[in-house]
């Protein structure tokens, strides 16, 4: 499915780079074929000031960059916000992170981009992000985020109207290392003025508010055998008058050790849908699969 070739280069203490490629699959005019592109590839200041850095280029915003952390199993599926596509694993701009207090429990990441993921930049419009990470203890964090995408004007009926987006979520995650990992992350997209369609039938223009919210863990029971759960709950828009798009995620699984470096996970996923609005039920699908996981240094 996805194949990472990175490359780390320290210039300094002061600079650091990293250049990373993916392979992953696409689909073309015939068929479906790998194709390679610039995953990372991003300039690191370091201690710009004291406890904070100031990252350049194509790099990883914060939107679920400590919840992957928790899930661990982004071999099997990616994290909500990401699957669902309201927010993109890279963004090309400039960062700024580090610490708040000198002890490290409150952490924090602001960045201005493109806003237009993997792609050249096309427009004028920019994203900005925000995060706060807490860590009241070793093992349990809390991730405050929200980020606003500007986007043009959407012309619709002889009128326009803004087009914005505001994005926020909350992470609560607890771990013991070697033993086990839970997580639970919730978000609320708002997309200004969206065109939509109703039970009715009916078109108008309105604010579309996407919900989402997933639970995972992972559990360790042996140095060779772990065993992962995930459900995840998403509706592309909770307001009242629109039904018919909401799904139910459920993925399961074994990691079978075979290496520190080497995993082989038989595992199922499970999704649901709800019965849209022209009244045809959608079946459930459900995919069963083995995944092998390697790293190699």
Known sequence: RR???????????KFSTRFRLESQTQVGVENTIFVVFIKDAYLQWNDIFDGSNLIFGIQPPPTFTVSET?????????TIMDLRRVASSRDFGIALKGKLINSGKVNYCVMYANG???????????????????????????????????????DYSDASYNNDALLTSLFLGYQEKNKFSIGLETFLQTNSNDVSQ????????????????SAFGS?????????????????????????????????AGL??????KVSIIPNIEFESYETPVNGLSIDPSLTARITFYYEFL
Do not use: C
């Open 198 to 213: 109703n039970v009715n039938n009916d078109l108008s223009v309105s604010d579309r508010n996407a919900l989402g919210i």
């Open 219 to 251: 559990y360790n029971f042996s140095e060779t055998l772990a065993g992962v759960l995930r459900y995840d709950y998403f509706d592309n828009n909770i307001s009242a008058d629109f039904k018919g798009d909401s799904r139910n995620f459920i993925l």
């Open 70 to 78: 928790f899930w661990r199993y982004r071999s099997l599926e990616r």
């Open 255 to 260: 990691d079978f050790k075979v290496h520190k």
């Open 116 to 154: 237009s993921t993997f792609e050249s930049e096309g427009d004028k419009f920019k994203r900005t992000y925000a995060h706060l990470d807490f860590l009241p203890t070793e093992n349990f964090r809390i991730t405050v985020y929200g980020d606003s995408r500007f986007k043009p004007e959407k």
């Open 3 to 13: 194949i990472y070739f990175t490359y780390d280069y320290k210039i300094s203490d």
